[in-house]
């Protein structure tokens, strides 16, 4: 046997469930019985697999969910033949720390009938979509959960200009761009849009960067 497979998408947002599809499309030789069992290597940090469907040239399939830690991979009811795409859809975890470079989700084809090992895919365009054609996948920032505020605590005197900065954060610490509204409380100056803030008032008050909900 030989193939090509894809997986898609091609990035996914840190400590979420994403779901995934594989792609296989399998040449398979006149004197070869099909394949019968599909497996998609999950890389480190990522949850365990659940499969929720597979299809067979666009057709429902019958399969029994053989995933496991690390790994993704079914037993179909019925062998595949030469130019039939499989396309298997599942769902895991992903790593909390993102990661720019990602990693491979390698794709292999087996028949469990023969004493032949399973052999591992090329990557490459398998369903005929320009989306990508292979199995690399990144690791992005999820949402906005935290913005900070530097400097912290700012002691001035009136006519005093200061710049602030800000840096976003998600739900696990991973860095993300952002882009504020800045505001003043109490009355006590202004600030642009760029952060500076020109002290116009004594008193106290607060300076506040926030973006959507996030503040």
């Known amino acids: 046997h030989t193939a ?118 090329t990557p490459g365009d398998a369903n005929s979509v320009a989306d990508g054609d292979n199995w690399h996948v990144r690791v992005e920032p999820g949402p906005l959960a935290l913005v900070t505020v530097a400097p912290r605590d700012v002691v001035c005197m009136v006519d005093s200009v200061i710049a602030f900065t800000v840096t976003g954060q998600d739900a696990h610490g991973n860095a993300v761009a952002v882009t504020p509204a800045w505001t003043v409380t109490g009355g006590i100056g202004s600030i642009s849009v760029a952060g500076v803030f020109t002290s116009q008032t004594p008193g106290s008050g607060l300076v506040i960067a926030s973006s959507g909900s996030v503040s």
């Open 4 to 121: 090509t497979a894809e997986v898609t998408p091609h990035a996914v947002p840190a400590g979420a469930v994403a779901t995934f599809d594989a792609y296989l499309l399998p040449r398979v030789g006149s004197k070869d019985t099909g394949v019968n069992r599909v497996e998609v290597a999950l890389p480190a940090g990522y949850g365990m697999p659940v499969v929720s469907a597979v299809q067979v040239d666009g057709l429902a399939a019958g399969y029994a969910d053989a995933s496991r830690a690390g790994a993704a991979a079914v037993l179909l009811a019925s062998r595949v033949q030469d130019g039939q795409l499989v396309r298997l859809r599942f769902t895991a975890s992903t790593p909390t720390e993102a990661d720019a470079a990602g990693a491979d989700f390698a794709v292999s084809l087996d028949d469990t009938a023969t004493s032949v090992p399973p052999q591992v895919a």
